[in-house]
């Protein structure tokens, strides 16, 4: 609920009388939300066309990316901003989509520095061609695995620096305008991670736990400013078929999912960010696992699940063993 509607400079909490009575309403409220509002609207929902519209999107030379640049810049006729520190890929890729028909352009930028990304926006809103972001796409993201003990500080410090700050600092870079305009898309991919912790991933788990509690801030900041026209939008996929994982010799496995291929996971995407959906779960019904059962987490729940389900990284021969002594890397 709106601030507005609680009084200022009081601290604690309403009577017994009306917490019950809103308790009701809330009720009432949230059934009425449901089957009349959001319900119709998740049934119904309809793609829009960002044809001509100008997207952006950190990450973009490779990976997820870069697939994501290619749709909308190809099949979705949407001018595309990549956004990357390898100028190299970045620039392969622009030339690649302007070669088979899209508009793309990159800018060559830092996520972990604020300073890189408010020239980069700049730039972007000094072109003529294109001159403000309606989709703001945050992909760009480091992998660092390893025990907690055994990761050295500038691992942690890397991944926060990409995985969290980047984010941070790219829609701070880019909110504000569409903010004034009161429209606007802002996209963050999350992944499985940004609701289980795992073995191996305490550093990067903790970076995608970090972006769902900011992007639900977000969402609740631009409705107490009733910015309704400016949404948000974040995915939560499980794992990818992408250089981020080859690279790393990776060879995730479960009982129940597979590795998803990227070019299936990037139509996905897109309809979920085209629909402008709240949240998006590939495949789907990972949503039943990282939400219902989440609440259902206890002690022993959690290592039971994880034995049925067998999320793995990598053959269990190539795991990491647990350590017998405590070395910790500076």
Known sequence: MPSSQYEVGTMGSESIPKQIYLSIRFIFQFIYCLLFRDLPRVLFLKR?????????????????????????????????????????????????INNDGGRAHFFQCDVSDPQSLRACAKRIYASPELGKVDILICDAAVLRLGQL?????????????????????????????????????????????????????????????????????????????????????????????????????????STFYDVIPLDECIEEMTDAILKERLSYFIPQKLALLCTFLKCCATKNVIPMARRVFNFRYAPKTQFEEPPTSINIKQ
């Open 48 to 96: 829009k066309s960002v044809e001509d519209q100008i997207v952006a999107i950190t990450g973009g030379a490779r990976g997820i990316g870069r697939g994501l640049a290619r749709r909308f810049a190809i099949s979705e006729r949407a001018i595309v901003c990549i956004l990357d520190i390898n100028e190299i890929e970045g620039c392969r890729t622009a030339a690649e």
């Open 149 to 253: 003990l055994n990761m050295s500080d500038d691992d942690f410090r890397i991944t926060m620096n990409v995985n969290v700050l980047g984010y941070i600092f790219t829609i701070r870079s880019f909110l504000a305008e569409m903010i004034n305009r009161n429209k606007g898309q802002v996209v963050a991919i999350g992944s499985i991670c940004s609701y289980y912790g795992e073995y191996l991933g305490s550093a990067y788990c903790t970076s995608k736990f970090a972006i769902r509690g900011l992007m639900e801030s977000l969402q609740m900041e631009l409705d107490e400013m009733n910015k309704n026209g400016v949404c948000v939008t974040t995915i939560y996929p499980y794992f990818i078929d992408t250089p981020l994982i080859t690279e790393k010799k990776m060879e995730p496995f």
